[in-house]
């Protein structure tokens, strides 16, 4: 827990996207959602019409989908970052959504069943405070 912590400290910098990614690399192995717990996560992933998610993750066997990341610098990203991954999980198919900077994570579900179904926000934390409960967040998927 403390490398997530220094890579949170590392990510509250807002110096770049890619700080974040990492926080979201490090939460996802903590949340048990990397290859070693049979998941693959794929980085910069075509979803059709234009969409690149940042990050995907889906069950290794089978093909699950699990989640997508959108990571933003900042939160001021986080007006467009709702937009974007709404359209991800509509395009790709995926059930939850994550959209997190170093300050925040906001969590969406998205029923895949129903055609007409639009994703929706279904959690926020703050990651200084709140870290834990994002990373079982991530666990219970």
């Not at 990397?34 to 019409?49: C, F, P, T």
């Not at 699950?64 to 991954?85: H, M, N, P, T």
Request: charged share 25%; net charge negative.
């Amino acid at each position: 827990m403390d490398a997530v912590q220094r890579t949170l400290n590392i990510a509250l910098l807002e110096e770049s996207e890619a700080d974040v990614s990492g926080l979201a690399f490090a939460l996802l192995g903590e949340g048990h959602k990397d290859y070693r717990y049979g998941y693959i996560v794929r980085v910069e992933r075509h979803l059709g019409a234009g969409d690149v998610a940042d990050i995907t993750i889906e069950v290794l066997r089978g093909g699950d989908k699990v989640l997508v990341v959108e990571c933003k610098r900042s939160y001021q990203g986080f007006q467009r970052g709702q937009l974007q991954i709404k359209g991800y999980m509509i395009s790709g198919g995926f059930p939850n959504g994550l959209l997190i900077c170093g300050q925040t994570s906001w969590f969406f579900g998205h029923d895949t069943i129903d055609d007409s179904a639009i994703p929706t926000e279904n959690g926020q934390y703050s990651n200084p405070s709140d870290l834990t409960d994002v990373i079982a967040r991530i666990r219970a998927m």
